[in-house]
């Protein structure tokens, strides 16, 4: 059984950074992509980044790229998402997702298994 557990989360000032963290259970990490999506109040679930299996690959948000960045450590089962110059409208639930293949997807649906979230908060 895979679980994903989120933390990182918090409040923090437009302008600032946080860095959120993703520790996965289970012996299928690192063979699969993970990635992060977020969900705001009202608002449909969207993607944010992805990595491959191997960390080679990346793929990112036309609203974060050049903020966000996305790694992992197979070794320690954890995917991170560095994100900096954070602005108001990047508040969310952050979400931390293990995909069904090894390359870089964005689409919710080709997700298998997701972590229960973190609470992202910037202020103006």
């Known amino acids: 059984q895979v679980q994903l557990v989120e933390s990182g989360g918090g409040l923090v000032q437009a302008g600032g950074s946080l860095r959120l963290s993703c520790a996965a259970s289970g012996p299928t990490f690192s063979g699969s992509a993970m990635g992060w999506f977020r969900q705001a109040p009202g608002r449909e679930r969207e993607f944010v980044a992805a990595i491959s299996r191997t960390g080679i690959f990346t793929g990112y948000a036309d609203s974060v790229k050049g903020r966000f960045t996305i790694s992992r450590d197979n070794a320690k089962n954890t995917v991170y998402l560095q994100m900096n110059s954070l602005k108001p409208e990047d508040t969310s639930v952050y979400y931390c997702?293990?995909?069904?293949?090894?390359?870089?997807?964005?689409?919710?649906?080709?997700?298998?298994?997701w972590g229960q979230g973190t609470q992202v908060t910037v202020s103006s």
């Open positions: 997702a293990q995909s069904r293949g090894s390359t870089v997807v964005t689409t919710a649906r080709q997700y298998e298994y």
